[in-house]
């Protein structure tokens, strides 16, 4: 195989659930492409590299150097602060319309085999954050999975002691193991109004 065509199938492989052969797929559909789709995929894939950094108050992406459009938008300073894995959950519960508050993405969740570190997880401003903004209630729409929970207890011992501030997570319909993007508008529905205080 032309060695510029295993190291892009290579490099396609490691995306997240795409795979070897999703890969190959992929690769060949672009290298075949007639119609100039593959240009613009690398012309808009650069664009967005070089314009597009999360959120230095929530981590959501937007254009770089701005806040992104939930903390520029009072109609979302309800109190309410969902604290979600990463920026494929927030676009999941924005899908599902069952949150109208502001997001916080810790970009992971702890996991000592993993090797994610409390410090490496975007939680340094998240204690301002609920003063500044007056959070009321802090939602926990982490995985129902070992490293989700662990993550959840940590973030709560560390900002637990604030006055006026209740915690609670998603309710029955979530899965055991299961991760937000995979469940469907109805059972997230219920999931979140159904949500449990811890």
Known sequence: MNPKIDKLIKLF???PRVG?????????ALLQDKTGRAENLAAALM??????APCACCGVLTDRGMLCEFCRDENRNNGQMCIVRDMADVWTLEKSAVFNGRYHIIGGLLSGAGGVLPEDLNIK??????QNENITEI????????EG????????????DMDGVTFS?????????????????GTLTLAFGGRKAL
């Open 149 to 160: 929970k662990t993550t959840q207890h940590y973030i709560i011992s560390v900002i637990g």
């Open 125 to 130: 401003n998240l204690a301002d954050r609920i």
């Open 13 to 15: 492989a490691k995306l």
């Open 169 to 185: 997570e998603l309710a029955s319909g979530v899965p055991l193991g299961g991760d937000l993007d995979y469940i469907d508008d």
């Open 20 to 28: 070897s052969r999703g890969g190959q797929r992929i690769a060949l």
């Open 139 to 146: 939602i926990f729409a982490l995985p129902n999975t070992v």
């Open 47 to 52: 664009d967005a590299y070089d314009t597009i």
